[in-house]
């Protein structure tokens, strides 16, 4: 097992956002965080990661309780995260975005290769400035810096939010390729079932900050009723 948080709590000033969270993610697996917004899905990466101190709970990489570390330990442990607004650097050539990453995380440029045929319109465009990359670029290019880290574990906010179908579709099959090329286990969150069905193993939804749902992707698939409720959700 690459992920587990167990009984995770957090709060944002005052609000407690996160109540008890437990979630597993198996190796080699992708899993999606269900839930509307304010639900608690970005909250819970923000914790795995680091950026938000939990107020009581474990989290657990590789069976290493991670929960006390800084998030730059928790980087160096193989733990990549691509951010809902993608923090790419827009001034910077899409290359020189990775080649940051690299210097993170301490590899060498051999990696460049798999992020490129990971993501073959990076390679085309290397030279753009982030600035000039449409919304599903960035995206990408926010994934594909996130993936020296990510040597264990990547954690995905919002990576099909607000793109065409087609970039949905490419953009879910890409994140595939990262799972089936590198072996690396996901966590993402998403707002959308259907979205959410085109990528993951299992699913887990949460309200309130709590999770209060938990299958696979095929449970959620013939379960009609059900599939209406989360499109509500």
Known sequence: M??????LSATL??????RDISLKVNDGEIVALLGRNGAGKT???RTIMGLVPATSGK????GKDITKLPPHIRARTGIGYSPEDRKIFLQHSVIENIRIALWMSGQNESILDDVFDTFPVLREMKNRK??????GQQKMLSIARAMPLGKRLLLIDEPLEGLSPIMVRT????IKVIRSKRGVSILLAEANVFNALQVADRIYVIERGEIVFEGSS????ADENFMKKLMEV
């Open 2 to 7: 690459t992920l587990e948080v167990d009984k």
């Open 13 to 18: 000033g005052p609000v407690r956002v996160l």
């Open 43 to 45: 909250t819970t990466l």
């Open 59 to 62: 989290i657990f990489l590789d």
């Open 130 to 135: 982030g600035m000039y990359l449409s919304g």
């Open 171 to 174: 953009l879910a099959e890409r």
């Open 218 to 221: 095929d449970e959620v698939r």
